[in-house]
């Protein structure tokens, strides 16, 4: 390269024929090698994925609004646990049953029609290791209250609160 241009200025021929030699040797392998070079530019281009990642956290962070709840049931005396919650619209209540006996979740006449009942799907009530689930409306309005009851362990209230024994309500918040 620095041959190729001191000679261009004193030796034409000389010049041509180290032209010609640059040339071949360019052909081969300057831009090839100018190409290589020019990798510098991607390393950039990888550097705009690190903020694609930080606004997908940030979006999903507002994701749980309606979520899960989950009721249990314990003995001595038998009772659900807990007794009162706060439920979202959309939300999925699910009661478990881990004690030696079965259980019903009843809805309390008088209650909001529509509300929890596991009668239908466990007639018998569910037995250890068994859940029940049931999915609060998603046009329930704040305020709405369900009360319920098992028929073996406890009595309904009259529709405006909850009942004795083993009893529960869920309140739409
Ligand atoms: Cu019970």
């Keep these: 390269m620095l041959n190729t241009g001191s000679s261009r200025t004193r030796l034409p021929l000389p010049w041509l024929l180290s032209l010609l030699a640059a040339a071949s040797l360019a052909g081969c392998r300057p831009e090839p090698t100018v190409e290589g070079n020019t990798p510098p530019t991607p390393p950039a281009a990888e550097t705009p994925a690190v903020p694609t990642t930080a606004p997908a956290t940030t979006a999903g962070t507002p994701a749980p609004p309606a979520g899960t709840v989950s009721i249990s049931m314990s003995e001595d005396p038998y009772q659900f646990t807990p007794t009162t919650a706060m439920v979202a619209p959309g939300a999925t209540v699910t009661w478990t049953n881990p004690t030696d006996d079965p259980h019903t979740v009843t809805s309390d006449p008088g209650t909001p029609a529509g509300g929890p009942n596991s009668d239908a799907r466990y007639p018998d009530g569910f037995k250890q290791g068994q859940t029940y ?3 609060v409306p998603a046009d329930a309005s704040a ?29 739409v918040k």
């Excluded at 709405?144 to 073996?152: G, I, K, Q, S, V």
């Design 143 to 171: 305020g709405m209250t369900w009360h319920y009851y098992c028929r073996f362990h406890g009595k309904p209230g009259d529709g405006k609160a909850r009942g004795t024994g083993m009893a529960g309500s869920l309140t």
């Design 133 to 135: 689930t049931w999915t």
